[in-house]
């Protein structure tokens, strides 16, 4: 499953991209995308946090052709809304 939405960060509401592929048998496969926004600079940065099994269990991910869809959709509003904050900044 791939969601998106918002989660605060200290007060602050930022995007998210959650890939899940964790089943009864490895409960462990899940890759986050988090947008955050340095303190000291105020850029916008994008963290991945994964927690995953073992390598010695099944060390790759596997995604349907519709995982890969559905998370390109998502990175693509990320990246439409990265283009008009730009825009705006000139």
Do not use: C
Request: proline share 1%; glycine share 2%.
């Amino acid at each position: 499953m791939i969601v998106a939405g918002i989660y605060d960060n200290f007060e602050k509401k930022n995007e998210y991209i959650s890939i899940d592929l964790s089943d009864k048998k490895h409960k462990n496969r899940n890759v986050d995308f988090l947008e955050t926004r340095n303190m000291f600079t105020g850029d916008y940065e994008y963290k991945i946090k994964a927690q995953w099994t073992n390598d010695q269990y099944h060390p790759t991910m596997t995604m349907s052709e519709d995982d890969i869809i559905q998370f390109v959709e998502h990175l693509n509003k990320w990246v439409e809304k990265i283009y008009l904050r730009r825009e705006e900044s000139f």
